[in-house]
């Protein structure tokens, strides 16, 4: 089980940061419409590879990072592992946004990435798939 872990989190740290592009309105959450850069929590992790089955865990479990902060500007997400010892960036390469969700996508270590932000409570899903292995975050973003 440990070596699918080390697996999938080599191929998917950098992935796994991740944050949103926007839009306005009202009935969104002040930030949440990409006027203001964002910082992101992972709470619950599935990581699962096709050796095994999955598992749940925190992020610090498979060695991904808690947060994620989102560039707007740069077009870009960074993350902080290990401490400040390993800083990732993945940049955003696509961003759309529906009626009630900012979706951004992005390529990183031969993992695709993709983050849905809903807009009015910040709630996130983030996934990151490569041929192997693959990750689903849960968590919350909120602007800085």
Not at 3 to 9: E, K, L, T, W
Not at 19 to 29: D, E, I, K, Q, W
Not at 38 to 53: G, Q, R, Y
Not at 66 to 71: H, Q, S
Request: proline share 1%; net charge neutral.
């Amino acid at each position: 089980m440990y070596s699918m872990m080390n697996r999938v989190r080599l191929g998917a740290g950098a992935a796994v940061c991740a944050g949103a592009l926007a839009s306005s309105g009202a009935a969104f959450a002040a930030g949440l419409d990409g006027s203001a850069n964002l910082v992101c929590a992972a709470n619950n992790v599935v990581a699962c590879s096709k050796a095994s089955s999955c598992v749940k865990g925190e992020a610090s479990s498979f060695d991904l990072p808690a947060f994620m902060f989102v560039d707007f500007k740069s077009r870009v997400v960074k993350a902080r592992v290990e401490g400040d010892a390993k800083r990732i960036e993945s940049p955003i390469r696509t961003f759309e946004k529906s009626n009630s969700q900012l979706i951004l996508q992005g390529v990183e270590n031969g993992h695709g990435w993709g983050m849905s932000i809903d807009q009015a409570g910040g709630g996130m899903t983030t996934t990151v798939s490569g041929e192997s292995s693959s990750f689903m975050i849960f968590g919350a973003c909120t602007a800085l």
